[in-house]
């Protein structure tokens, strides 16, 4: 059955949607298309802070066609709805999902998902999440992080390579080592699955209710 299978993933440009991606592939799923919303006055990944073009250049480097929706809070569901339509039109049978144990937020996706007529997957559920963000590395990905919650990460994590010693850090600091509950955010910018590594520069921290967010931009030329 997989391999008939079509599959759109959702991509937010961070480490376990790309562990997704790869775990699918090397499933023998078939992904056809990447699916991203983005917020629309910003331009931006929503909580990742990473730029809608810097997106596109992973798209690119993945070599899978993006699919890009720009929203608004009000505006979300009405353009998840939207896209999940979209994907039926082109004959999508399956949308793939990186959640890892959060309940809510995987029942809030797969409820529309397959009201829209449309398979759920989740390559990574109910894993352990440090042996999960240790597969990640473990496959030859590399990621920074371009977000923090204030309240429980450290500021001097803001900006760095996620590492086995990062993880460590998570781990001694009492945080979900993935991330799971927004304790931090990363974007992917080499792997296996990219046909060359995304050159990107950081800039300004932008502190914005209770976290902070590194201003990540892609290389001119890029």
Same mark, same amino acid.
């Given at each position: ?26 499933? *023998? =799923? ?18 990742? *802070?990473? @730029? ?14 993006? =699919?890009?929706?720009?929203?608004? @809070? ?9 896209? =999940? ?69 450290? @500021? ?15 781990? #001694?600091? *009492?945080?979900?080592?993935? *991330? ?27 502190? #914005? ?14």
């Amino acid at each position: 059955m997989q391999k008939t299978e079509q599959c759109a993933l959702s991509f937010s440009g961070g480490k376990d949607s790309t562990l997704a991606l790869d775990r699918a592939l090397r499933q *023998g =799923l078939q992904v056809k298309a990447l699916v991203t919303m983005f917020d629309e006055a910003s331009q931006r990944v929503r909580f990742h *802070g990473v @730029p809608i073009t810097l997106i596109q250049a992973q798209a690119r480097a993945l070599g899978i066609p993006l =699919l890009a929706y720009p929203t608004r @809070p009000e505006t979300f569901e009405a353009v998840f709805l939207q896209a =999940l339509g979209e994907l039926r039109q082109r004959e999508m049978t399956t949308l793939i999902f990186g959640n890892i144990h959060l309940v809510d937020v995987r029942a809030w996706y797969e409820e529309r998902t397959r009201a829209a007529g449309l398979f759920h997957r989740e390559p990574l559920w109910g894993e352990p999440p440090d042996m999960l963000v240790r597969e990640f590395l473990a496959r030859g990905y590399a990621a920074v992080l371009t977000c923090i919650e204030e309240a429980y990460a450290d @500021p001097n994590w803001l900006g760095t390579s996620l590492t086995e010693e990062l993880i460590q850090a998570f781990e #001694q600091a *009492g945080i979900d080592p993935c *991330g799971e509950r927004g304790e931090y955010h990363t974007f992917v910018h080499a792997g296996p699955l990219f046909s060359s590594p995304l050159a990107f520069r950081l800039g300004e921290r932008i502190s #914005q209710s209770g976290f902070q967010l590194l201003d990540i931009q892609p290389q001119p030329g890029q």
